[in-house]
């Protein structure tokens, strides 16, 4: 089965580069992932997309997801905007970075909403609000198709030495740490 995932975020919150981790780590388990950003304005603080599809059979199309079964938000400012819902399938999933209630995060769609303070682990963890590895670790656990080891091996891809290892720590606590909502 194929999962459509849609990454909402900000320009300098690593949106690309989360999308770019699960496909790593999906593939170190003998899955497809295609990772593959939109961009608009490049320039930090700006909107950016990114789409990920993740499969167990070979992953050939590399468009822009439409109709994603997952979203993640990483930017808790975007959690109500229309656009982030466009097209969420029956059944759909949410990964929201915020530490704030989400009582009002809603849609007709959604029944699972996963919520993470990825920015104030991020914080704790290596000094900047970028939130992407703490990301990868919650869309684990919310999303059961991947364990944590493969997200930490896929890690190892973009980081090293001391960066490697806070980002390690970072993806699992956003593995331990995320909270899941059936609604």
């Known amino acids: 089965m194929m999962s459509e995932v849609r990454f909402h975020g900000r320009g300098g919150q690593g949106v690309v580069t989360t999308s770019k981790i699960l496909a ?56 109500k905007a229309a656009n982030v819902f466009d097209g969420l399938l029956p059944g759909g999933m949410m990964l929201l970075n915020d530490k704030k209630n989400t009582d009002d995060v809603r849609h007709e769609n959604l029944r699972k909403l996963a919520v993470v ?49 806070a980002n390690e720590i970072c993806a699992q606590r956003g593995f331990q740490e995320v909270q899941m909502f059936d609604l």
Do not use: C, H, W
């Not at 290596?126 to 091996?153: C, H, Q, R, W, Y």
């Open 24 to 79: 790593n780590a999906f593939a170190r388990t003998g899955q497809y992932g295609a990772s593959f950003p939109m961009f608009g304005f490049e320039r930090r603080g700006a909107p950016v997309t990114a789409f990920g599809r993740f499969s167990d059979k070979p992953v050939r199309e590399k468009t822009q997801i439409y109709n994603p079964n997952i979203l993640v938000v990483l930017d808790p400012s975007q959690k």
């Open 117 to 165: 303070d990825a920015n104030g682990i991020a914080m704790a963890e290596i000094g900047l609000p970028i939130p992407n590895t703490v990301v990868v670790g919650a869309f684990a656990k919310m999303s059961g198709l991947l364990d944590i080891g493969p997200v930490l091996e896929a890690l190892a891809d973009y980081f090293s030495g001391k960066k490697l290892a």
